[in-house]
């Protein structure tokens, strides 16, 4: 009798053991899914701060950028408008000068016909006419 109440007292302890050990797997588990859980808390806050500060990064150089491409706008704008009106300016001028050179040798060129017509004129006043 003693050796089956031995083959049951070990029967007994060989099965309470893996519960044992089951209870503390079990417990290792819940630890183990807490800790996930918390750093994955972690995680996502240093993410949504991470992401904030690049966002507020990203609309504050973008404003620069629009800020900066509306003052080149500004610049090429009135660059352009002064070329313009130099452009103008000068074509206005030599416009003025070429019209002036054209009037004066037209001048010159209805003055020297008109003396060479006196001239013809003259000269044909002291011949006398065939007829």
Do not use: R, W
């Not at 302890?13 to 050990?21: D, G, Q, V, W, Y």
């Amino acid at each position: 009798m003693k050796f089956y109440l031995k083959v049951i007292l070990a029967g007994a302890l060989c099965s309470a053991i893996p519960i044992a050990l089951a209870q503390d797997v079990a417990t290792d588990v819940k630890k183990g899914a807490e800790k996930t859980g918390h750093e994955t808390k972690v995680v996502a806050k240093d993410t949504a701060k991470g992401t904030e500060k690049v966002a507020d990064k990203t609309g504050v150089a973008v404003e620069k950028g629009a800020k900066a491409t509306g003052h080149a706008t500004k610049v090429a704008a009135k660059d352009t408008a002064k070329g313009t009106e130099k452009v103008a300016d000068t074509t206005g001028h030599d416009t003025k000068v070429a019209a002036k050179k054209t009037g004066s040798a037209v001048k010159t060129g209805t003055e020297d016909t008109g003396h060479e017509m006196k001239k013809a004129g003259d000269k044909m006043e002291g011949k006398p006419n065939p007829q």
